[in-house]
């Protein structure tokens, strides 16, 4: 990702927006403004920017706020919160609702290039690991929406590569039924999760050597999936 991408600053004072604007801009990046969390929502949703400077005090919509909806939503992008100097308890709330980073005011020009650097080249690292996933002899390419066992083709779903990609955002670490209830099928309501484990259980069908002992699409008790992508991960029988 170069200084080309498009940054969305999200903060109700007028001086610090400008500053914050002018600073990106010279560095060549580009640069959206919102000038309180409602219109800046409505733009991280609509315009779909590479990373997003979010101001904590705001009116109509504070920045946490604006933060746990982006991530209910499933939106994924680096959000770089400003918080007050010496709050520890921003730092702690905006962990909990999905931050990825944080910037005490006031700040350097310096300090705050770097973190925005250090947030898309995570980003680029993600994307590039997101393009492909390879489970033993399965590849999965989530660009093409295409999957082989070998050179054979396997035939997905639409569901079925959202719930893969869903998994293999965090692998390793649990993702709730109500999560992929919310995210591939937009809604947290619903009759019965046995919804979710039905296409899990035909992931594996599609998927595993074994479907009885997974090996990648792992169960974890009472909560719901998890995928295990590491070299020496074996077999291993489902409760």
């Not at 600073?23 to 800046?40: F, H, P, T």
């Not at 109509?60 to 770089?80: K, Y």
Request: net charge positive.
């Amino acid at each position: 990702m170069t200084t080309s991408a498009r940054i969305l600053v999200i903060e109700d004072e007028l001086p610090m927006r400008t500053v914050l604007r002018d600073c990106l801009e010279r560095q060549g990046y580009r640069v959206l403004l919102a000038g309180d969390g409602v219109s800046g929502l409505e733009k991280a949703l609509h315009e779909q920017p590479d990373l997003i400077v979010l101001d904590v005090m705001m009116p109509r919509l504070d920045g946490f706020a604006v933060c746990a909806e982006l991530r209910r939503l499933a939106n994924t992008v680096p959000i770089l919160i400003l918080t007050a100097k010496g709050r520890v308890e921003d730092r702690v709330t905006g962990l909990d609702v999905g931050a990825d980073d944080f910037l005490a005011k006031p700040f350097s020009r310096d300090e705050l290039l770097a973190r925005v650097r250090a947030l898309l080249r995570r980003v680029q690292r993600q994307a590039r690991a997101l393009k492909e996933v390879t489970l033993g002899p399965v590849r999965i390419d989530f660009t093409q929406q295409r999957a082989w066992r070998g050179t054979r083709p396997l035939y997905l779903t639409a569901k079925e590569f959202a719930m893969l990609r869903l998994l293999a955002e965090t692998p390793g670490e649990p993702v709730s039924r109500d999560r992929f209830l919310d995210v591939v099928w937009g809604y947290t309501a619903f009759p019965t999760t046995r919804t979710v484990d039905k296409h899990v259980a035909s992931l594996r069908a599609k998927l595993e050597a074994d479907p009885d002992r997974p090996r990648w699409i792992q169960t974890v008790h009472a909560v719901g999936y998890r995928l295990e992508l590491t070299p020496d991960a074996g077999p291993r029988a489902q409760g």
